[in-house]
């Protein structure tokens, strides 16, 4: 049966992952044999050629979605002001995919604060009005619980947008001894989980232990709310991160297989990780 909520990973191609996932005509396809959404984090440094965008389209079923996250020239070298041109020569290349595309990943620096929001909505209101949108925000005052994230969440929910949700809890719960991890928490931030309720689908993006068996316990928070999501008829968008990426796809079917405990209909991920991963023993 299709899965009944996207769950994807940061990328579509790993060398780790070429045992793993089942044959096809290129990496993506055989990724979209097990997976329905893929963050496309690669577009933050660059734009795919119109050619690359007719050739993915040609390589995902109808029900797959591409969550691309917007330039860095538009969110962290402009804060959003001034970017229509910018943002006109991102999404032209990209027209290919717009029947396949999920919401827009607006992910802001961390240096873009509650002084700023009015940027965020304007941006926001004068976007074409065919694209959806999910935001990412890092500033500390966005989890503070005082005024300024109220100001936030109430605009997000105002335009019926989700607040994504980053979980990197299990990564800093980490020892750093590896590279890997050493790496990942170097860059990747390190927020509270705060959830926001609104129309739009939302959207987790976890962050894995390194340790696979020790990402049970973290995971076991989002089986409840995803499998109630999935009952209320919400489609949320999950993606599973690790220090190393390579280590994604079975993190993801680690996932699957406890969230099966909750919805029982689901079918495993048809991947290959019985071979024991680093971490795993």
């Not at 943002?87 to 032209?92: E, G, K, Q, T, V």
């Not at 719960?173 to 991890?181: G, K």
Request: charged fraction near 20%; charge should be neutral.
């Amino acid at each position: 049966m299709p899965l009944p909520y996207f769950l994807g990973c940061p990328q579509w191609q790993d060398s780790n992952w070429n045992s793993q996932l089942p044959p096809g005509s290129s990496s993506l396809a055989r990724y979209a044999r097990v997976f329905n959404t893929v963050e496309g984090n690669t577009t933050f440094y660059a734009s795919p050629s119109r050619e690359q965008c007719q050739l993915w389209r040609q390589q995902v079923p109808d029900n797959f979605r591409f969550l691309f996250k917007l330039p860095k020239a538009i969110t962290h070298e402009r804060f959003l002001n001034g970017a229509g041109d910018e943002l006109d020569a991102f999404l032209s290349p990209i027209e290919p995919l717009n029947d396949v595309l999920g919401p827009m990943l607006l992910q802001l620096p961390a240096g873009f604060g509650p002084e700023r929001l009015d940027q965020l909505w304007r941006f926001l209101d004068t976007a074409p009005g065919f694209l959806d949108w999910t935001v990412e925000v890092r500033h500390p005052a966005f989890f503070a619980k005082g005024e300024e994230e109220r100001a936030l969440n109430q605009g997000l929910r105002a335009r019926k947008l989700a607040r994504v949700v980053l979980d990197s809890r299990a990564l800093f719960s980490a020892t750093p001894d590896c590279e890997s991890t050493v790496d990942a928490q170097r860059k990747k931030p390190r927020v509270p989980v705060h959830i926001l309720p609104s129309d739009a689908p939302p959207v987790i993006r976890y962050i894995g232990h390194p340790n696979l068996e020790a990402n049970r316990a973290f995971l076991a928070p989002w089986v409840q709310r995803v499998a109630a999501w999935v009952a209320a008829g919400t489609q949320p968008y999950v993606f599973m991160h690790m220090p190393d990426n390579g280590h994604a796809v079975s993190l993801a079917s680690l996932w699957t297989e406890l969230l099966r405990e909750k919805l029982p209909e689901l079918e495993p991920l048809p991947v290959n990780v019985s071979t024991p991963q680093i971490g795993l023993f």
